[in-house]
């Protein structure tokens, strides 16, 4: 039995090898990675500043080897063999471990539709180069999927000035992750950038022309990229006899059903206490799921608990939510001068918050409303609409308490 061994090595695979290090565990590490690349994050692929693909790295070379992390760089593993705790590469090398993380991470959904392979994924740093090495004056794009991934590329491409056509199955763009009220304004902004929709229908056929839409339109296209959400990655698990459902399943301690095998990232679904399990997509969870599992993994008993949180950049606008809103929930609206706060009541505590304003003028106000909703307040909903009444006198509130 050799140590432990990380199975992907994105953000959450990487982030756990270096906390099982903060955790003190001295054993050998073992990192495996099919990108050809260091490991790196995935959210600046689809926020470029410039006009080429952004790396932006995890750690360096040296890092990993200071920290006593044996990077497998371009390595794919094939096999699971949990009767003799044992790794196969897909070189035929059989590396055997003490426990072993699941961070595989996920991967697009594909269309089905005929001419379906001339659409490009966007997922890796090979699809960002692939798309931005097309770019060019006159290109005409056509993004599938209306998402977030999706949205942040059409609102790049439209500062390059390209054409852009999005096809989204649901009446409006942005419906699922992303509060109404803030949906419906991205949704105008891009609109007033020129960005074409083709809603309320699905993708016929593709050719290297035009994508053909269910209704028949036809709409022109030089490059089409399918951003249709993603699947998590299972398929070594489940052939190795892992319990998976929408992801690899775990207990609250990032523990799948097999002995001293954990998961963690956008692969792991984990139970939740009312019964069910939860698959986040967020760069946050892979990190604060990672340090859970790699502590645990280091000895200690932790159950994984994280206030949900993402973000995403769109023109000039940044959007950040804090926990799950629901329609159910009561929502109060601050309008400030750099954007709008919406604060979500769940009978009367404040559950989730978010916040779409110019740059990063709103993030110290949702980290503000993140400490408020660990500290479960009942905020007066007049109050927390008031501009005037500074969300630190509400934790200062709840401190005097
Ligand atoms: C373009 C883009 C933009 C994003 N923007 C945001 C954002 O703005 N905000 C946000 O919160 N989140 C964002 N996300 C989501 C966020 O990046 C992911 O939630 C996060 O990367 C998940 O990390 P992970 O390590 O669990 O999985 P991944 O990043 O998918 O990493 C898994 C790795 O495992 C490797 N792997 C899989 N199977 C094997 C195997 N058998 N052997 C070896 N290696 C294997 C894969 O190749 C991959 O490198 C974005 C994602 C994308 C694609």
Same mark, same amino acid.
């Given at each position: 039995m050799d140590g432990i061994i990380i199975i992907g090595a994105g953000e959450c695979g990487t982030r756990a090898a270096f906390a099982l290090r903060e955790a003190k565990y001295s054993g050998a590490i073992t990192l495996i990675g099919a990108?050809?690349?260091?490991p790196y994050e995935r959210p600046p692929l689809s926020k470029p500043t410039g006009d080429l693909a952004e790396m932006k790295l995890i750690c360096t070379s040296d890092a990993l080897a200071s920290a006593g992390i044996d990077y497998l760089q371009g390595s794919s593993a094939s096999k699971l063999d949990s009767e003799t705790g044992a790794v196969i590469l897909n070189d035929g090398r059989a590396l055997t471990y003490e426990k072993l993380l699941f961070a595989t991470g996920a991967r697009p959904r594909k269309l089905t539709c005929p001419g379906a392979e001339l659409a490009l994924d966007f997922r890796t740093y090979a699809d960002a180069e692939m798309i931005f090495s097309? +770019?060019?004056?006159g290109l005409r794009v056509v993004i599938i999927g209306g998402g977030l991934i999706g949205m942040e590329l059409a609102s790049v491409l439209r500062g390059k000035d390209i054409t852009v056509d999005v096809i989204e199955s649901?009446?409006?763009?942005?419906?699922?992750?992303?509060p109404m009220r803030f949906a419906e304004k991205l949704f105008a902004r891009h609109i007033a950038e020129g960005v074409g929709f083709h809603l309320g229908r699905g993708v016929a056929a593709i050719n290297s022309f035009s994508v053909t839409l269910t209704d028949g339109t036809m709409v022109p296209a030089d490059l089409v990229v399918s951003v249709i959400g993603v699947l998590p990655e299972t398929t070594l698990a489940e052939a190795a006899g892992l319990m998976t459902g929408n992801g690899i399943q775990t207990d609250i301690y990032l523990r799948?059903? +097999?002995?001293n095998i954990f998961a963690a990232g956008d692969c792991a679904a984990v139970a939740q206490p009312g019964g069910g399990y939860i698959r986040y997509e967020t760069w946050r969870n892979a990190r604060v799921q990672a340090e859970t599992a790699a502590r645990n993994m280091a000895g200690s008993a932790e159950a994984f608990t994280t206030l949900s949180w993402f973000w995403s950049d769109q023109y000039d606008l940044n959007l950040q939510v804090a926990g799950l809103p629901q329609p159910t929930h009561q929502c109060v609206l601050r309008s400030l001068p750099a954007g709008e706060l919406e604060f979500y009541l769940d009978n009367g505590r404040l559950v989730a918050a978010a916040a779409l304003g110019s740059g990063n003028s709103l993030a110290k106000d949702i980290k503000l409303a993140e400490r408020l909703i660990a500290a479960g307040i009942h905020p007066d909903p007049a109050a927390l609409a008031d501009p005037r009444a500074n969300l630190k006198m509400f934790l200062k509130s709840v401190r005097a308490a």
């Amino acid at each position: 039995m050799d140590g432990i061994i990380i199975i992907g090595a994105g953000e959450c695979g990487t982030r756990a090898a270096f906390a099982l290090r903060e955790a003190k565990y001295s054993g050998a590490i073992t990192l495996i990675g099919a990108e050809p690349h260091l490991p790196y994050e995935r959210p600046p692929l689809s926020k470029p500043t410039g006009d080429l693909a952004e790396m932006k790295l995890i750690c360096t070379s040296d890092a990993l080897a200071s920290a006593g992390i044996d990077y497998l760089q371009g390595s794919s593993a094939s096999k699971l063999d949990s009767e003799t705790g044992a790794v196969i590469l897909n070189d035929g090398r059989a590396l055997t471990y003490e426990k072993l993380l699941f961070a595989t991470g996920a991967r697009p959904r594909k269309l089905t539709c005929p001419g379906a392979e001339l659409a490009l994924d966007f997922r890796t740093y090979a699809d960002a180069e692939m798309i931005f090495s097309r +770019m060019g004056k006159g290109l005409r794009v056509v993004i599938i999927g209306g998402g977030l991934i999706g949205m942040e590329l059409a609102s790049v491409l439209r500062g390059k000035d390209i054409t852009v056509d999005v096809i989204e199955s649901a009446p409006k763009p942005l419906g699922r992750a992303v509060p109404m009220r803030f949906a419906e304004k991205l949704f105008a902004r891009h609109i007033a950038e020129g960005v074409g929709f083709h809603l309320g229908r699905g993708v016929a056929a593709i050719n290297s022309f035009s994508v053909t839409l269910t209704d028949g339109t036809m709409v022109p296209a030089d490059l089409v990229v399918s951003v249709i959400g993603v699947l998590p990655e299972t398929t070594l698990a489940e052939a190795a006899g892992l319990m998976t459902g929408n992801g690899i399943q775990t207990d609250i301690y990032l523990r799948t059903n +097999m002995p001293n095998i954990f998961a963690a990232g956008d692969c792991a679904a984990v139970a939740q206490p009312g019964g069910g399990y939860i698959r986040y997509e967020t760069w946050r969870n892979a990190r604060v799921q990672a340090e859970t599992a790699a502590r645990n993994m280091a000895g200690s008993a932790e159950a994984f608990t994280t206030l949900s949180w993402f973000w995403s950049d769109q023109y000039d606008l940044n959007l950040q939510v804090a926990g799950l809103p629901q329609p159910t929930h009561q929502c109060v609206l601050r309008s400030l001068p750099a954007g709008e706060l919406e604060f979500y009541l769940d009978n009367g505590r404040l559950v989730a918050a978010a916040a779409l304003g110019s740059g990063n003028s709103l993030a110290k106000d949702i980290k503000l409303a993140e400490r408020l909703i660990a500290a479960g307040i009942h905020p007066d909903p007049a109050a927390l609409a008031d501009p005037r009444a500074n969300l630190k006198m509400f934790l200062k509130s709840v401190r005097a308490a």
